[in-house]
């Protein structure tokens, strides 16, 4: 399932879109479907997997049901991703 010579080495550096991009693949789902299982439209679908967006916990929950890919760790991943990519602007 996931390619582990791509893996990332800090938590921090890895965010939702990262998990789910490297599942939709293994489940042969397009971001069309998953945006259509979510009740999102394509356009939120592709800000939320290019970092534009962020995961809501509706939205977290409707993922860990149709993927079981677990809410609580992929919101998790999100507020780290978050706060450290608000940490290393400011430091710039």
């Known amino acids: 399932m996931l390619n582990r010579i791509n893996l990332t080495r800090y938590y921090h550096e890895t965010a939702h879109s990262d998990s789910l991009q490297a599942i ?3 489940y042969q789902i397009g971001f069309d479907k998953m945006a259509q299982q ?17 995961l809501t916990t509706m939205m977290a929950q409707q993922i860990e049901c149709s993927s079981g890919l677990s809410a609580e760790l992929l919101l998790k991943l999100d507020a ?9 602007s400011r430091c710039q």
Not at 38 to 54: A, D, N, P, W
Request: no cysteine; hydrophobic share 35%; aromatic share 10%.
């Open 80 to 88: 780290d991703y978050q706060r450290s990519a608000t940490k290393f």
């Open 24 to 26: 939709m693949p293994f």
């Open 38 to 54: 979510l009740g999102i439209s394509t356009q939120r679908m592709l800000e939320l997997l290019s970092h534009k967006r962020h």
